[in-house]
């Protein structure tokens, strides 16, 4: 018969009273993962076993007894029928007992005896189990014990099974391994085969592609040349990245001394794998069999220890603690109870022990010291595994991504082949280098040997030098003594004159003595070795001597007044005059770009700054490359734009800094502006294709409309200098080149583009090779736009440009149009009414156009504006002009007269007409359409023509006849003299004068 009370029950229960309350199940989340069964859940697997009529693991009652009953201990079997009786008193009934009567559910009962679960082996794989049971209690509650026994002995089965290979078939109570959890250690060893059969592969064709290879790079191949070096660099190129495949199968896997089975790094890795769960498997059965044989198994048996604890903490402090009194009549005998200092019928833990309620408190315990001796064998052994798997499969992990096959090269046949005719081109200039240092060595070193000779030589000159100055020095010593002696002669001499004229002029005066007087010797003596003069006669009007000519007042010529001052008193008479005011040079605004939504980007300190609507900015340093943000809040954030960083400002716009340097923030509408730091360069691309350039390095409007003074009323600054009146040249300097458009504009050729000044200050030129209108602003800003896809552009004076078939066509505001050739430079102008003229533009900037000069030389009647004549249209006029007898002077307008005449050269324009220079000077007379064609072939073509060379024939330079500059240096000081042979071309005829003046071929 059982003991009433097992004696380790106190012990059993106290084992765990500073264990905390589970919380995790380490041991069936680990069981799941490396086997795949589905472990129940520990918190439910006593639910089918709680009594409606008791709690967890029994059900009971407590009827009320006589105490004139018999009345037996309290205790596990004591009484039959029932498992476990506890005996106490309740202090308001005196007269009676209370008996508490504990069935326990599901336990296995063989007579009168209950057999609790227990493996009875030491051994895990003949260890008994119990597969659990549906049944319906006394009360006729449906309970089960199959969740429990899953829970207690599904794992062994599992862990078993994969000890076995598979889990396929692991099974218990029903309850098997879903087909997708399926744990096959088999599948490590299949896999690791797979690897190690694809190494094959690579290691037996490697030998084969060596001996390809080999083969091909033999001196008797029979394929040879470029087409099978690629070939033999391919074979080559896949050998190598077999042996590269190879190395990395054959690493080692990084597990410590265990190295696994196999042929290859991955299939070793692998059977290590499978070791470390096999190895795992075995710990945690280990685990489960030293639980079983616990006393913490079975949770009827933990039952029993908390109702041994609780009856006899009754028996101490309720049945101890009472005074049964039997009393006895005539006729009756009566038993009562009496409750003594210390009695109590409370239990500190689980409350009133007549209220049945507080009694499920007895199995929530039972459950929770089950649960707490499951962590202690089962728990830890499992989080002790469960760390050294994750620590082998990392590592395992790492053998996979640290050896992944990886071919040594990526390149093509091609590219190798290109890379090594690069090598061996660098390799043969590394070579020319070589020799070219050691010729240079070898330059050096005769140049040292030539250095050391010249040395020696200079000194042996010297030397010679010195000796050379040696004799001369005594050569002029001799020289000096030989001048004082003839000195001295001629001293002698001179004294023997002077006493011999005394003698002979003694009587000079006398007028009775002439007859007597010697001047035999005086013509000797006043005329002796002079050589005779010829007269020169009366020179008159036509002599030789230098014609001085009144050529007449040049007017407003540099507001100077005319005169016949001398070069002395002109500059004398200097004026110094007062420039004006320079205050404000200096004020113009800053380079300060506008962005399109509304913010202001400038350069300052070499930082470029943009300030957004918002009242945030950004700043970017071109030596870090960050561009830092200064919120409104004034938070900053800094990022490196120096990896490709894209920054996203705070109106919208993106920034990036490109390879080049340059910052280039693209704004919500298309705009694009590209800023240079080093240079200040500021490019915006409109959305219509327009771009913008502004300088932020310069200081603004420097140059532009600030207050210089009243530099225009500079006054008769030059008025005193010019010293010869050459007629007046009328307003030589009052108007601009080009021809005049209906606003008030011009339009030119400068360098060969066609330039448009605008009344505004601002300017327009259009470059006939690229077919690009730059526009240019009074403030410096340039817009440039390509007129060769069909843009037109408006104008600052309210006309519009268009390129029109090739030519730029030009609409002003009053419907006059402008149509300029850009191949030959001819303009037709067409006015409102529909009247046309042409104009040739090269014909407006000629010097030879400078319009009405007054009276020097006649002229042309035309000024600027109208154009200059041809060279064949001029006619010699003025015959009343003081300029009259040098009427064909080069550079008078329209004068295609003789240009090398002398002065007086001509018969009725001068004087002397047989006098002067004796010798004529032909002139050069181009026809006026072969000049026309000459100056078609020397234009730019619109866009990228070679260019031909320019055969125009300039007049030669005219040669003076009396001294000083000739005319024509006068009017231009910096012409040098051009000869026909500069300018002509082969087979060309050359124009000039004959003897009487006429006009004639003179050359080819």
Known sequence: MADRYDPNSVANIDKFDNARDPSTDTWATLVTHITGYPVPDRNTVFDSLRSDHGGKLFRMDIPERS????????????????????????????????????????????????????????NVNDAQVREGNEFTDYNKQKLSTIPLARYMNGPRAALLALLGGSTQDARFSNLGVPGNDVVDLNSFTTTGESFDFAAKFFRDHAVVLKDWEDRFGRDDASWQGEAAEVFRSLLRKIRENY?????????????????????????????????????????????????????????????????????????????????????TTRYTTSISHSPQAGFSQVHPEYGELTDIANWAKVGDKAVRIWSQGVDEYLGKPAAQVQSALNNHFIELGEDFSDNVPRPKSTSTASEEYEEKKIKEGEDELNRQNEENRRYQDELREEQERQREEDRRYQEELRGEQNRQREEDRRYQEELREEQRRQQEEAEREAEEQRKAVEKSLGGLNDPNAVDEQNLGSLDDLLNGNKPVTESLGDGGQSGPGPITQNLGNLGALNNGPGGNKNSTDAANEAVTQNLGNLDGLNNGSDGTLETPTGGTTQLTDGKVTTDFPDGSSTTFDPASGELTTTHPDGSTTTQDLGDGTRVTNPDGSVTSLGDDGKLTTTFPDGTVQTIDPETGQATTTHPDGTTTTQNLGSPGNLNGRNDLGNLGDLGDINSDVTTESIGDLGNLNSGQSGLETPT?????????????????GSTATFDPESGLLTTTHPDGTTTTTDLTHGAQVTNPDGSTTVLDNGKLTTTFPDGSTQVIDPETGIATITDPQGNTETVDLHDLNSTGGNGSSGGLGGGA????????????????????????????????????????????????????????????????????AEESERRNRRRRSPWNRQEDSDTFLAPASRVATTGGDTPEEEAEPSRRSTSSADYLEEDTDVWGTEEGGTPAVIGR
């Open 67 to 122: 105490l004139s009953a018999l009345v037996k201990d309290s205790g596990f079997l004591t009484n039959k029928g029932e498992d476990y009786d506890i005996w106490f008193f309740d202090g308001g009934k005196r007269r009676s007992i209370m008996q508490a009567r504990i069935v326990f559910e599901g336990r296995v009962k063989v007579d009168d005896e209950i057999i609790f679960a227990g493996p009875n082996s030491t």
């Open 861 to 928: 009647q035309n000024g600027f504006g109208a154009g200059a004549a041809p060279l064949s249209d001029g006619v010699a006029g003025g015959a009343g002009s003081p300029l009259a007898a040098a009427a064909g002077a080069p550079g008078a307008p329209g004068m295609p007269g003789t240009p090398g005449m002398p002065m007086g050269g001509m018969g009725g324009m001068g004087a002397g007409g047989d006098r002067g220079n004796g010798e004529r000077v032909r002139a050069v007379l181009v026809d006026a």
């Open 744 to 760: 008030g504009g011009h339009t030119a050729v400068v360098d060969g583009d066609f330039t448009t000044t605008y009344p505004d």
């Open 243 to 327: 042996d590269s495949y190879v190395e990395t199968f054959d690493s080692t896997p990084g597990s410590g001394n265990e190295t696994g089975t196999g042929n290859t790094v991955y299939s070793r890795a692998l059977s290590l794998g499978r070791k470390y769960l096999e190895d795992a498997a075995r710990t945690l059965l280990q685990a489960w069999i030293d639980w079983a044989n616990s006393p913490y198994y079975d949770p009827h048996r933990v039952l029993r220890y908390v109702l041994d604890d609780l009856a006899q903490w009754v028996d101490a402090n309720n049945v101890a603690k009472t005074n049964i009194t039997s009393t």
